[in-house]
């Protein structure tokens, strides 16, 4: 098993930046890469940014793309996504996910629990 634990949201103004955290643990080994994912009061969650751990191959939502930027640490298994110039609309539940390198989620087998961004305009 393996267990996915995010940090660093809050509430920021329009504009502003937060990085986010994830630590991954447990039988980590087989994870070939890790995503981030977004869900909005009403919205099904969706697809934000995914790595690979070994190559630190990405892949970016076009909504993010050029404002976030997600990077890993391959000694302690953990995933970050920079998050600059914020957008209301970037408002969510972030989750952290750990799979394939995929936009799909189906395709990641492990999940977080869930870290609150907000952003005030």
């Known amino acids: 098993q393996v267990q996915l634990v995010e940090s660093g949201g809050g509430l920021v103004q329009a504009g502003g930046s937060l990085r986010l955290s994830c630590a991954a643990s447990?039988?980590?080994?087989?994870?070939?890469?890790m995503g981030w994912f977004r869900q909005a009061p009403g919205k099904e969650r969706e697809f934000v940014a995914t790595?690979?751990?070994?190559?630190?191959?990405?892949d970016y939502a076009g909504s993010v793309k050029g404002r976030f930027t997600i990077s890993r640490d391959i000694t302690s298994v953990t995933v970050y996504l920079q998050m600059n110039t914020l957008k209301p609309e970037d408002t969510a539940v972030y989750y952290c996910?750990?799979?394939?390198?995929?936009?799909?989620?189906?395709?990641?087998?492990?999940w977080g629990q869930g870290t609150q961004v907000t952003v005030s305009s």
């Open positions: 790595i690979a751990r070994s190559t630190g191959v990405t």
């Open positions: 447990g039988r980590t080994s087989p994870i070939y890469a």
């Open positions: 996910a750990a799979g394939s390198l995929s936009r799909r989620r189906e395709e990641y087998a492990y």
